[in-house]
């Protein structure tokens, strides 16, 4: 079991897992779904490559004892702030811990590149992630956008007045320095 970076070879793998943990019947199975909300494909295996040519980016992996990816995560360095997408663990291994280990994973590289906080941005209806993220320390700007400004990168609304809300955790680097 460990959290490295995903390469160009793990597209394919990469691609069916967020889109289950996102979309459709499979992410039914989990607490993340978001298949009430919206429809269509979170992401394509053409978008998920064009990450690994931006040069202030990763994408990290989960992989279990067996070889299996069952999470992953999305990292983008825009310092001071670390912004952090695209997170999918997979509904059948949901409340294990794997999320935590990649949020944990996160906040290492955001430290090690001089970050001071990590970003995200959560579907404003998804009380119960904002809780979980809240439970890990992320707290409300006080920022949204409405869904429609960033029409077709994510999915096809089934409602209306969707925004997204911006979180964020502030770090300590005297805590990663201590280590």
Not at 121 to 142: A, K
Request: some cysteine; proline content about 3%; aromatic content about 8%.
């Amino acid at each position: 079991m460990s959290v490295t970076k995903a390469n160009v070879q793990d597209v394919p793998v990469l691609n069916k897992l967020i889109n289950s943990a996102y979309r459709g019947a499979e992410s039914k199975k989990g607490w993340t779904t978001e298949a009430e909300i919206l429809g269509g494909l979170r992401i394509d295996e053409d978008a998920l490559k064009s990450y690994f040519s931006k040069g202030n980016s990763c994408i990290l992996k989960y992989t279990d004892k067996n070889g299996i990816i069952s999470g992953t995560v999305y990292l983008e360095l825009n310092e001071p702030e670390l912004y952090l997408g695209m997170f999918a663990v997979s509904p059948m291994v949901q409340g294990k811990g794997i999320g935590k280990l990649l949020l944990a994973e996160a906040e290492v590289l955001a430290l090690k590149n001089s970050c001071d906080r990590i970003a995200i941005t959560v579907i404003s209806s998804r009380t119960e992630l904002i809780e979980w993220y809240e439970r890990n320390g992320y707290i409300s700007t006080g920022t949204s956008i409405a869904f429609e400004e960033i029409s077709g990168r994510f999915g096809e609304p089934k409602q209306t007045d969707i925004r997204l809300i911006a979180m964020e955790k502030r770090l300590n680097p005297k805590a990663f320095e201590e280590k």
